[in-house]
């Protein structure tokens, strides 16, 4: 599948006019794919850093250029997107219509959906499941633009799991042992998951957990905490935002 998946990407890296490197706003830095990167060089990228509304990271990412900030969901930095597309089309000397544009990254980082809100519709298949995009999806959007939607591959040497499970390209539903990256969450963004679900801090990492699936009523027989099942949630909430660092 992983192979497939990154032909579809080097099919449209060598298709494509412009292309879009599309990250995460939360994690800007583990949402880029160095590898996609150097297949593109030689061709006009674009780093595109989408749920813009979630966090804001413009003050972190000054090294990245050209670099355009959006929000799908709140329909913001849609038009900059576009002007920025025909800006680097020209610079380029392309001047066939439409210009073909390609979408890639990580799964999960909001691709489809940002080529739906470019298109002002919904076209392209998107999920929180990731790997909802199984191959090449086109979609028109106006009569200058063509978008080449791809799967999200990450990169063939990459064994990060704790990574890939904070920028959602593994769901929070395959997660065999939640509470083990909860933990590293805890490790990671002190206070922050106490704070969210309104407990105080405990001795260590699994009586919060505890805590927390107490106050949620998240139980198994006996009125024993259900950590699994509370950790689960947790991820399912940072993985859609709810949470935010």
């Known amino acids: 599948m992983k192979k497939r998946f990154w032909e579809s990407v080097n099919e449209v890296i060598e298709k494509a006019d412009i292309l879009l ?17 150097d297949k593109a060089k030689g061709k006009p990228l674009i780093y595109v ?12 990412v000054k090294n990245l250029k050209p670099i355009v900030f959006v929000s799908a969901t709140q ?14 089309s020209k610079r380029a000397n392309i001047d066939k219509i439409p210009i073909k544009v390609g979408v890639l990254g990580y799964p999960n980082v909001g691709k489809s959906s940002l080529i739906n809100a470019m298109r002002g519709a919904k076209v392209a298949k998107t999920s929180v499941q990731s790997g909802c995009t199984k ?9 200058k633009i063509s978008f080449l939607d791809t799967p999200g591959v990450l990169p063939y040497l990459e064994k990060k799991t704790f990574k890939h499970i904070l920028i959602g390209s593994i769901t929070f539903k395959d997660v065999k042992e ?4 909860v933990y590293d969450i805890m490790d990671e963004y002190p206070g922050m998951l106490e704070k969210h679900y309104c407990v105080e801090p405990q001795k260590d990492h699994e009586e919060t957990l505890e805590k927390i699936a ?3 009523h998240m139980l198994r027989k006996g009125g024993v905490p259900d950590i699994q099942r509370m950790a689960k949630a947790i991820l399912k909430d940072w993985q859609k935002g709810v949470i935010l660092p």
């Not at 490197?21 to 990167?37: K, M, P, S, Y």
Request: glycine fraction near 4%.
């Open 49 to 60: 850093v989408t749920k813009s509304d979630l966090a804001d990271m413009r003050d972190k």
């Open 135 to 143: 191959s090449i999806q086109r979609v028109k959007s106006g009569k």
């Open 214 to 216: 107490l106050n949620h």
């Open 75 to 88: 329909h913001f930095g849609l038009r900059t997107l576009r002007q920025r597309i025909i800006i680097e």
């Open 178 to 181: 939640p509470e083990y990256p």
């Open 21 to 37: 490197l599309v990250l995460d706003a939360r994690l800007v830095d583990e949402t880029r794919n160095q590898e996609i990167e």
